[in-house]
């Protein structure tokens, strides 16, 4: 999206309609008005009238900081990633809920926003779990910020589902890490889809079965990290006969997943992938 309406770029900067008008009467803000008469308002002049107007809008209770917001229109994913990084790791949900949601409102799409925010943040305090210098109730209090953010973005964004258009997502028993699956979740809901999320720790035979009594369309399984990922794909191939019976397709993502896949599977490596394979799907997809 590279032009905001007045209604949106209100709700970005935390002001009224009225402000934007009185912005552009007095020739503080640029805008273009439509045969209609509606004011539109470019990015890149929104940029300037960003940085011309820095010290008011800091003032704004509802709006992002000004770095924040000059790198949204921007797109400066390094910038807002720290941000990110930096309110979960203080546990300030609405900070991260209010930029992902800001994001969102500026046309960034729900998988874009999950490969180039939160997955690269949630890397970067994974590593730094690693090295020691992020503690392990840090990390913690990290990724449940981050995941309530994700959580409460499902009702905003997500497209109402089309017809046959069922997904079923988990991850395997013995796979903690569930953040990569909400935002499988949020990403199918924006394509259209109705998602049910069982979360992590999902025995693999209780999976099966969850997908014969539910019959979705796509399952979706991620894996971050497994002991023995060899295990996981052998349980995989041993179920999947009961698994092609009730549901169509078997999506697989994750960085825990061995070379050796299971059959019949296709492998996502990012958000975009995904949306990727989805758009290819037939326009009709007939009950399982």
Not at 248 to 254: K, M
Request: charged fraction near 20%; glycine fraction near 8%; hydrophobic fraction near 45%.
């Amino acid at each position: 999206m590279d032009v905001l309406s007045t209604a949106q770029l209100a709700g970005l900067l935390g002001v009224g309609e009225t402000t934007i008008k009185r912005w552009t009467d007095d020739g503080v803000l640029r805008c273009h008005r439509t045969p209609g008469g509606h004011r539109k308002f470019r990015l890149r002049e929104v940029a300037e009238f960003l940085e011309s107007q820095r010290v008011s809008l800091d003032a704004s209770p509802t709006a992002p900081a000004f770095t924040d917001l000059l790198a949204l229109v921007r797109r400066d994913f390094p910038t807002l990633r720290g941000s990110i990084a930096r309110f979960a790791l203080s546990g300030s949900g609405a900070d991260v809920s209010r930029l992902l949601s800001s994001a969102l409102d500026l046309g960034i799409p729900v998988a874009t926003v999950c490969d180039e925010l939160v997955a690269p943040v949630m890397h970067q305090i994974g590593h730094g779990w690693s090295a020691g210098t992020v503690t392990v109730p840090e990390e913690h209090l990290a990724r449940q910020t981050v995941a309530e953010a994700l959580i409460r973005l499902r009702d905003r964004f997500a497209r109402p589902a089309r017809p046959g258009r069922t997904a079923l997502c988990a991850c395997p028993d013995g796979e903690l890490h569930d953040l990569a699956l909400l935002c499988v979740a949020r990403t199918l809901e924006s394509e259209g889809w109705a998602v049910t999320n069982l979360g992590g720790l999902v025995p693999l035979t209780d999976l099966v079965t969850a997908v014969e009594a539910t019959r979705p369309a796509l399952v979706g399984l991620s894996l971050t990290y497994s002991v023995d990922p060899s295990e996981i794909v052998a349980q995989i191939r041993a179920l999947k006969p009961r698994l092609q019976q009730a549901s169509r397709w078997l999506v697989i993502g994750g960085q825990g997943w061995s070379a050796d896949e299971p059959m019949g599977s296709c492998r996502v490596e990012s958000c975009a992938d995904l949306v990727t394979f989805v758009r290819a799907l037939p326009l009709t997809i007939e009950p399982t």
